[in-house]
C-alpha cells in the first residue's frame, strides 16, 4: 500500500517554472514506477511523464519533452517533476501515481490527490 501527497502546485506567468514533487509512504518506493498525469477542465486525463522504477527509461508526452523534467529521490521516498517554459495550455490538475514493477504505462495503483497548476498570459 502506498499513500502519494503532491504539492508544489501555483499560479505561475507564462515562461516560469514550477517543481512539483510526490511524497510516498511505505517502504518499498523504489519499486515503483513512478507517473505524473494532468487533467484539465473538460479534457481527458494524460500521462505527461514516467520514469521506470530500476532510473533505465523514462517518458515524456510530446506536449511537455524538453521543458519537463522527471526524477526520484529513493531515499526521501519523493518523485519530482520539474516544469519549466511553461505554457498556459499546461494549465491542470497534476497528479502523480505509482506502478508497482510497472513500466511506464502502468498499471497505476496508487493515485495522490492532485496538485492545481496555473498557468497565465
Known amino acids: 500500500q502506498v499513500q502519494l501527497v503532491e504539492s508544489g502546485g501555483g499560479l505561475v506567468q507564462a515562461g516560469g517554472s514550477l517543481r512539483l514533487s510526490c511524497a510516498a509512504s511505505?517502504?518499498?518506493?523504489?519499486?515503483?514506477?513512478m507517473g505524473w498525469f494532468r487533467q484539465a477542465p473538460g479534457k481527458e486525463r494524460e500521462r505527461i511523464a514516467a520514469?521506470?522504477?530500476?532510473?533505465?527509461?523514462?517518458y515524456y508526452a510530446d506536449s511537455v519533452k524538453g521543458r519537463f523534467t522527471i526524477s526520484r529521490d529513493n531515499a526521501k521516498n519523493t518523485a519530482y517533476l520539474e516544469m519549466n517554459s511553461l505554457k498556459p495550455e499546461d494549465t491542470a490538475t497534476y497528479f502523480c501515481?505509482?506502478?508497482?514493477?510497472?513500466?511506464?504505462?502502468?498499471?497505476?495503483?496508487?493515485w495522490g490527490q492532485g496538485t492545481q497548476v496555473t498557468v497565465s498570459s
Open positions: 501515481a505509482a506502478a508497482y514493477g510497472g513500466n511506464s504505462v502502468g498499471p497505476y495503483n496508487y
Open positions: 511505505g517502504r518499498t518506493f523504489s519499486r515503483y514506477t
Open positions: 520514469l521506470h522504477w530500476t532510473g533505465g527509461s523514462t
